[in-house]
């Protein structure tokens, strides 16, 4: 099917929806195999050109055309920069109950969100040792102790386990 035939398709059905579609906002992504060369596919409406990108936020998850979440674990692994620096500056000053909350609140719906989608993702390690260091400042516990008991006093689960707790 044409591409083109598709994209006037999906333009009626707004139009019969009463929506109108953002032409600056609209962009389209070619998924293709890591080894594979790009393509290049001119998609038109009206005499203007819709751009081609290479990766799209949708929900909240940063899709690339190969489908790999390296993006999407980067920008995860800023956010817990983030928090390990809060929660680190502010661990002498507020109980653990309360580190326990933001932990909760702030770190663990991070990990938590479309971790279905990422959860294989080779990058994850990274995420993991992130995890690890947060936790281990919520328990002060030392960089040379096991996180083990760090992640039952606090009663939460480790990356791995929140992954296949969803797929499960």
């Known amino acids: 099917m044409n591409i083109n035939l598709s994209f006037h398709n999906i333009i009626s059905w707004f139009n019969r929806n009463i929506l109108t579609l953002n ?3 609209t962009h389209y992504v070619e998924f293709r195999t890591i080894n594979f060369y790009q393509v290049k596919t001119k998609v038109k409406y009206e005499h203007k050109n819709i751009s081609n990108s290479t990766e799209t936020k949708f929900l909240g998850l940063i899709i690339d055309e190969t489908l790999s979440c390296k993006q999407h674990t ?3 692994a800023t956010k817990l920069c983030s928090a390990y620096f809060a929660l680190r500056n502010i661990k002498h000053i507020v109980p653990r109950s309360t580190l326990r909350k933001i932990y909760y609140a702030h770190v663990h719906y991070i990990l ?3 971790i279905i989608f990422w ?7 990274k995420l993991f040792i992130l995890q690890n260091e947060i936790v281990r400042i919520i328990t002060n516990t030392g960089v040379r102790d096991s996180c083990r008991e ?7 689960m480790t990356l791995y386990s929140q992954y296949i707790f969803t797929l499960i």
């Open 23 to 25: 032409f600056n906002k």
């Open 74 to 76: 980067d920008q995860i």
């Open 112 to 114: 938590s969100y479309g």
């Open 119 to 125: 959860g294989r993702s080779p990058n994850v390690k």
């Open 150 to 156: 760090a992640f039952k006093n606090i009663e939460s």
